[in-house]
C-alpha cells in the first residue's frame, strides 16, 4: 500500500491531522481514503493512502469516488434554483406537482398532505430507508411512478418529526423533472456542475477525474469488488461521482454564503438561497448520552450547533462501496472531506475529526473578535462615566425610555451606591472586555478593592441605538491582573 500526503500547514497541525488519517488508515476499514482539510490560517492539507483499485494505485484529490448522500446537499440547490425561479412552491403538497402521490393514504382524517419542504428537511412521515432505498437508483421513471402510485406507510404525522427518508428525495428529484421537462441528471449538470466549474463530478465516473476508486465490500475472503449501477429515478439521493478536490470546492460555495469576502456564485444560487439550506429546519433530538449540542436538519444538509465551535454544516454518503463525508465551519472558513471504497466505511468519523482541530485552531485564534458597533463602544464610555459621577444629560442621552420604566432611577442608583460600598474603589485604568457576543451587546469588568463591578449593556435596534439593557453585578476575586 502507498499514500501521498501533501500541505502547506505548520508542522504541529499537520502531524496532529496526519495522526489521525494514519490511524484511520492503520483501522482498515476500507481499501482506499483520501482527505482534504482546508485550514483558513494554513492552507490545504491532502493525505491519500491504500488501494483504490485492486492493483495498488493511491488515491490523490482528483480521485473520483461515490459521494452517495452528499448529492443530497445537490438535489435540495436545484429545489431552491427551482423556487427561486418561480417554478416550485415549497409549502405546497408535493402531489400538486407529482400527481402519483395523490393516491397516498394519509395516517388519519386531520393529517396534511406532504409538502415540498417536508421532504427537504426529513419531515415528510416517510420512515427510514436506506438499505433499500440503496439499491434502488437505477428503476426506471415508469417504475418509479408505479411504486408511488402503490402508496407508502407513514410512520409519524407529516410535518411533525425527523425521520431520515431517501424515498423523499428521490421525490424531490423526480418533481424537479416534472416540472421543467429535463431530466434530474441534465439539471443538475447544467445548473450546478458545469457553473461552478465541477468537471470532476458527474453521475457517471467523471472523464476529467485522474482515476476513480472501485467501490469494495468486505466479505470472508476479504475486500470483493462491486458493480455500481447507473444514473435512473433514485440518482437524486446518492448517484454522484465526485472528487475531494470538487466536493471541497462544493463545501467551500456552500459556506462562503456566511461571509461577503469569500462568497462566489451568487448568480447560481443566492447567498440568502444558501444559507436556508444551512439552518435548523428540522430539529433531531439526541439520543441518551449524546455531548451537549443542538443537531437538526436543513435542506438536503445537518447543522449543529457545537457549544465551543458554533455552527457546523455536514453531510454523509453511505452506499454499497463507498463512503463520504463533507463538513465546514463558517464562521472560520475551515472545510473537511473524507472519501472512501468500502460499503458504509463511516468515513465521517475522522473527517470531523480533522475539521474540529482546524475550526478550534481558528476559534481560539479569533476569540473576542466579535466587534461591537461603535454606539456600543460609546455607550460602555457613559456607563463608565456615570458610575464615576451621575450626570442626568448622559442618562437622557444614552438610555432608551424603558430602561426607567423596567427600574426606577432611583432605585438604580441606591443598588449602585450599596454595590460602590461592597466593592470599595472602582479602577477605570484596567477595565477589561469579558465578552460580546454580537456587536449590541458588550460585557466588561471593573476591578475594585474586593472584588470586580461587572457591567453589561444591550442595545436597542433603531438607527441610533441606545442602551435598552444595564446589569450591574459584583463578582468575587482577585483583581490583580485583570487587564
Known amino acids: 500500500m502507498s499514500n501521498r500526503v501533501t500541505a502547506t500547514a505548520p508542522a504541529d497541525f499537520l502531524g496532529t491531522v496526519h495522526e489521525i488519517f494514519i490511524r484511520r488508515h492503520g483501522a482498515h476499514l476500507a481499501p482506499a481514503s483520501m482527505f482534504i482539510v482546508d485550514d483558513p490560517d494554513c492552507g490545504r492539507i491532502t493525505a491519500g493512502f491504500g488501494d483504490l483499485d485492486g492493483r495498488g494505485t493511491s488515491p490523490g484529490p482528483d480521485t473520483a469516488f461515490r459521494i452517495a448522500s452528499c448529492t443530497k446537499s445537490f438535489t435540495a440547490a436545484l429545489i431552491l434554483i427551482l423556487r427561486d425561479a418561480g417554478l416550485v412552491e415549497l409549502d405546497r403538497p408535493a402531489a400538486d406537482y407529482l400527481p402519483a402521490l395523490r393516491t397516498w393514504a394519509l395516517p388519519c382524517s386531520i393529517s396534511t398532505h406532504p409538502t415540498v419542504r417536508m421532504f427537504l428537511t426529513m419531515s415528510s412521515g416517510l420512515g427510514t430507508d436506506n438499505e433499500w432505498a440503496d439499491r434502488q437508483e437505477s428503476m426506471s421513471v415508469e417504475d418509479f411512478e408505479v411504486l408511488l402510485s402503490g402508496g407508502v406507510q407513514f410512520v409519524s404525522e407529516p410535518g411533525t418529526a425527523y425521520e431520515y427518508s431517501n424515498l423523499g428525495y428521490a421525490i424531490l428529484g423526480r418533481i424537479a423533472e416534472q416540472i421543467t421537462g429535463s431530466s434530474y441528471v441534465d439539471l443538475v449538470r447544467n445548473r450546478l456542475l458545469t ?289
Not at 462562503?256 to 439552518?279: C, T, V, W
Not at 463602544?377 to 462615566?385: F, I, N, Y
Not at 477595565?431 to 463591578?453: E, V, Y
Open 195 to 483: 457553473p461552478l466549474g465541477m468537471d470532476r463530478t458527474d453521475f457517471v465516473v467523471p472523464v476529467r477525474a485522474t482515476d476513480s476508486a472501485t467501490g469494495f465490500v468486505r466479505r470472508p475472503g476479504g475486500w470483493t469488488a462491486l458493480v455500481q449501477p447507473s444514473p435512473g429515478a433514485f440518482s437524486a439521493i446518492g448517484g454522484l461521482y465526485s472528487t475531494a478536490s470538487d466536493l471541497a470546492l462544493w463545501a467551500h460555495w456552500l459556506c462562503s454564503a456566511f461571509d461577503p469576502d469569500r462568497n462566489h456564485g451568487e448568480k447560481i444560487l443566492s447567498s440568502a438561497s444558501r444559507r436556508e439550506m444551512q439552518q435548523m429546519h428540522r430539529h433531531i433530538p439526541m439520543t441518551d448520552g449524546a455531548p451537549c449540542t443542538s443537531l437538526g436538519y436543513g435542506f438536503g444538509l445537518y447543522v449543529n450547533h457545537d457549544p465551543e465551535l458554533g455552527m457546523l454544516i455536514s453531510h454523509s454518503g453511505g452506499y454499497p462501496g463507498f463512503s463520504s463525508h463533507m463538513r465546514w465551519h463558517p464562521s472560520s472558513g475551515a472545510v473537511a472531506v473524507g472519501l472512501e471504497n468500502a460499503t458504509y466505511a463511516k468515513v465521517q468519523a475522522p473527517t470531523a475529526q480533522a475539521l474540529a482541530l482546524a475550526a478550534k485552531r481558528a476559534t481560539t485564534a479569533t476569540a473576542g473578535e466579535t466587534m461591537p458597533w461603535p454606539r456600543t463602544l460609546a455607550a460602555r464610555s457613559a456607563v463608565d462615566s456615570l458610575l464615576q459621577a451621575w450626570d442626568e444629560q448622559l442618562v437622557q442621552e444614552w438610555f432608551a425610555d424603558n430602561v426607567a420604566a423596567d427600574i426606577p432611577w432611583n432605585q438604580r442608583r441606591s443598588e449602585l451606591d450599596t454595590l460602590k460600598q461592597r466593592l470599595g474603589t472602582l479602577n477605570f485604568d484596567d477595565i477589561r472586555i469579558d465578552s460580546a457576543a454580537t456587536p449590541a451587546q458588550l460585557t466588561w469588568l471593573i476591578p475594585a478593592d474586593s472584588g470586580f463591578l461587572r457591567c453589561s449593556i444591550l442595545m436597542h435596534p433603531l438607527a441610533r441605538p441606545l442602551i435598552q439593557r444595564l446589569d450591574l453585578e459584583f463578582e468575587a476575586g482577585s483583581p490583580t491582573g485583570c487587564a
